[in-house]
């Protein structure tokens, strides 16, 4: 029979409401090491302030030698008959190399001193926690070539106005497919009132954060009461997790600033699960008023990750460990870096997704290059970025001008692709003549390997 001492875990740190302090080790009390059997704690005395910090502890029973140990911060979803079993989703965990250990044979004192989550070894390594059983999906809000704004307004008098944007999950009810209902309950978008909306926007689940691509916002958090403005440039990003994101929407509230009154609220999207249709992807909506007339239209584009099948083991953190010491790879950028779009103090000086850019790079210093590889029609690998290229064509009857067709590079042969002419990219535009360019050996190719 092994011999086994009661050791009590503490340990302080700061949660949201709905978290939860766990641990787990290397013995069958402590979970084996496995996510899903984690020990949860509990905590010794309620926090005076929100996002305060307090103390968790539990006692187990545990062996006499070599125990080892980590905290994770997690929530516990409860069993829901025919939808899911108790899961434990991980939000954060202590990530150094090494785990924290027991000393061997010493039996726990009368009053232990609490530990510190993450910090232990001289070093503090919290992280994310892994996608073992819940999925992520991302809704971007951004510019692109084919819109300035992702919410569109029909009406002049919002064009300069800043629109804000709160998006919340809403678990769909199977038991009426035709009309489905929404669990939690949404009032009709006429009775709306902006005296209804919760003032307490603590994350519950699923969990719903907004990003700022920028430097002061770019870290998840909550959505303030009105949500972000999402018209102004920047990349907006919210982010859901959750268990099924085939039976939950999304909807969008979006209200327009005036001056400082409270934002006004103009009307509503629903993201549907039929809209995400792919693991990433771009989705247009309508936007309706508390009437149910258009007033705009919302472009996102989406994307689901969805957990491993794999993982879980949480006695070892290397994919994510990071010394200090660590500087960084010099990376080359399609060899020796972009030759295209940039002015011309910026732009290398060779023409980039070429022998000789890569070669430059490495003579540079570079550690690795990245370039872009596609497949040409008769299977040969090429290096070339966009997915298509330019032909260019002389009109019928204006021999002096030409036109761009694009083709897509799956559609060419290795033969056709080398007799190409001053390949562009499609983004360069239309030169004055394009005909006076020289023939540019842009495309690396690789022969196929003999049978």
């Not at 609490?114 to 951004?142: M, P, T």
């Amino acid at each position: 029979m092994i011999e086994s001492r009661e050791w009590v875990f503490r340990v302080s740190c700061c949660v949201d409401p709905e978290e939860t302090v766990c641990v787990v080790g290397n013995s069958e009390s402590l979970g084996a090491w496995q996510s899903q059997h984690m020990v949860p704690l509990t905590r010794e005395h309620p926090v005076v302030e929100e996002g305060g910090e307090s103390v968790w502890s539990t006692c187990l029973q545990v062996p006499l030698t070599g125990v080892e140990y980590r905290y994770c911060v997690c929530i516990v979803l409860e069993p829901r008959p025919g939808l899911h079993e108790r899961t434990l989703v991980i939000r954060r965990w202590e990530t150094n190399l090494l785990p924290r250990r027991l000393r061997d044979g010493v039996t726990c004192p009368a009053d232990p001193q609490a530990e510190k989550f993450g910090s232990f070894g001289g070093y503090e390594r919290v992280d994310q926690g892994w996608l073992v059983k819940d999925s992520v999906v991302q809704l971007r809000l951004c510019s692109s070539a084919l819109y300035n704004d992702p919410v569109m307004l029909f009406k002049k008098k919002y064009q300069d106005k800043k629109v804000r944007v709160k998006v919340t999950p809403v678990e769909l009810d199977a038991s009426t497919p035709q009309e489905p209902s929404v669990n939690g309950g949404i009032e009709e978008s006429t009775d709306f009132d902006l005296s209804n909306l919760r003032l307490n926007t603590k994350p519950i689940w699923p969990i719903m954060e907004v990003a700022v691509m920028k430097e002061d916002a770019c870290e998840f958090k909550t959505q303030e009461q009105f949500g972000v403005v999402c018209n102004n440039g920047d990349y907006v990003v919210f982010q859901c997790r959750m268990l099924m994101p085939e039976s939950n929407m999304f909807l969008c509230d979006f209200y327009v600033e005036e001056g400082d009154e409270i934002p006004k609220y103009l009307g509503c999207s629903y993201i549907l699960p039929s809209n995400l249709k792919e693991n990433y992807g771009v989705a247009t909506l309508p936007i309706t008023s508390p009437k149910h007339a258009p007033v705009g239209q919302l472009t996102v584009h989406y994307m689901v990750v969805c957990p491993m099948d794999y993982g879980g083991d949480m006695s070892v953190s290397y994919a994510r460990h990071w010394k200090d010491s660590w500087k960084g790879l010099e990376v080359g950028h399609r060899g020796a870096g972009n030759s295209y779009h940039s002015e011309p103090k910026s732009c290398a000086n060779i023409r980039e997704n070429t022998v000789a850019s890569l070669k430059y790079a490495a003579e540079k210093g570079a550690d690795m290059v990245e370039f872009d590889v596609q497949l040409s029609k008769d299977l040969v690998p090429v290096i070339y970025h966009d997915f298509h290229a330019c032909i260019a064509l002389k009109r019928k009857k204006e021999q002096d001008k030409t036109d761009l067709l694009e083709i897509p590079i799956k559609d060419l042969t290795l033969q056709q692709l080398q007799a190409l002419k001053d390949v562009r990219h499609l983004t360069e535009g239309v030169p004055g003549d394009i005909l006076s360019y020289c023939d540019q050996e842009d495309l690396v190719c690789r022969p196929p390997t003999p049978p």
